[in-house]
Nanobody
Framework: QVQLRESGGGLAQAGGSLRLSCAAS????????MGWYRQAPGKQRELVAR???????NYADSVLGRFTISRDNAKNTVYLQMNDLKPEDTAVYYC???????????????WGQGTQVTVSS
């Protein structure tokens, strides 16, 4: 069982910044990657950014250059620094973590409950 604790969502003005955090706790062997998805009203869920345990990152084209994902492996925490926010960034943001429960077990994904990010124009 892995618990994901998300924080940092809220309101921001266009051009402003927010920082999201997601901390994983519980019993697991390792974390393969941590990332963020978002889902806006009437839209499908999309990958925002992802970072592996080795530091490799992946970003959606729409946020590239504005958002930065980072992690603290010692704290099992991933951060998403969101700068130059735009109204179209408004969505529920979900933490997504892939963990291995043991050395030989398959990787499985866990999802946070989501945190609302609202950007006003």
């Amino acid at each position: 069982q892995v618990q994901l604790r998300e924080s940092g969502g809220g309101l921001a003005q266009a051009g402003g910044s927010l920082r999201l955090s997601c901390a994983a706790s519980g019993s697991f062997f390792s974390i393969n990657y941590m990332g963020w998805y978002r889902q806006a009203p009437g839209k499908q869920r999309e990958l925002v950014a992802r970072i592996t345990s080795g530091g490799s990152t992946n970003y959606a084209d729409s946020v590239l250059g504005r958002f930065t994902i980072s992690r603290d492996n010692a704290k099992n925490t991933v951060y998403l620094q969101m700068n130059d926010l735009k109204p179209e960034d408004t969505a529920v943001y979900y933490c997504n973590v892939a963990v291995k429960r043991s050395f030989s077990s398959p990787t499985m994904e866990q999802w946070g409950q989501g945190t609302q990010v609202t950007v006003s124009s």
